[in-house]
């Protein structure tokens, strides 16, 4: 099983980016799926969280910003981040509970997300 993800960069604060993360392999099904961040000097954080159904939970930190979102068909799930401030610099980790012949859970490799000043 592997997690892609992709969609991270430079922007100016205020903008806009969408990160996605696909999940492939021998996959049965993928439960929760969610997007975690990892500033320079800090520890890993959640951000967004999103269950098979549709069910979403947020840090306080980007709520009201960022929209997670998935495609169940597609077995990718996105972070739509808007309003995007310098403390928002960070490695964006996605995150997914799979079943293949057990249920694990996987990460992706990280995309850069730098916001400027």
């Known amino acids: 099983v592997q997690l892609q993800a992709s969609g991270g960069g430079l922007v100016q604060s205020g903008g806009s980016l969408r990160l996605s993360c696909a999940a492939s392999?021998?996959?049965?099904?993928?439960?929760?799926m969610g997007w975690y961040r990892q500033a320079p000097g800090k520890q890993r954080e959640l951000v967004a969280r999103?269950?098979?159904?549709?069910?979403?939970i947020y840090a306080d930190s980007v709520k009201g910003r960022f929209t997670i979102s998935r495609d169940n068909a597609k077995n990718t799930v996105y972070l739509q981040m808007n309003s995007l401030k310098p403390e928002d610099t960070a490695l964006y980790y996605c995150?997914?509970?799979?079943?293949?012949?057990?249920?694990?859970?996987?990460w992706g490799q990280g995309t850069l997300v730098t916001v400027s000043s």
């Open positions: 995150n997914a509970e799979i079943f293949i012949n057990y249920l694990g859970s996987y």
């Open positions: 392999g021998s996959i049965v099904s993928i439960n929760n």
């Open positions: 999103i269950t098979t159904g549709g069910l979403t």
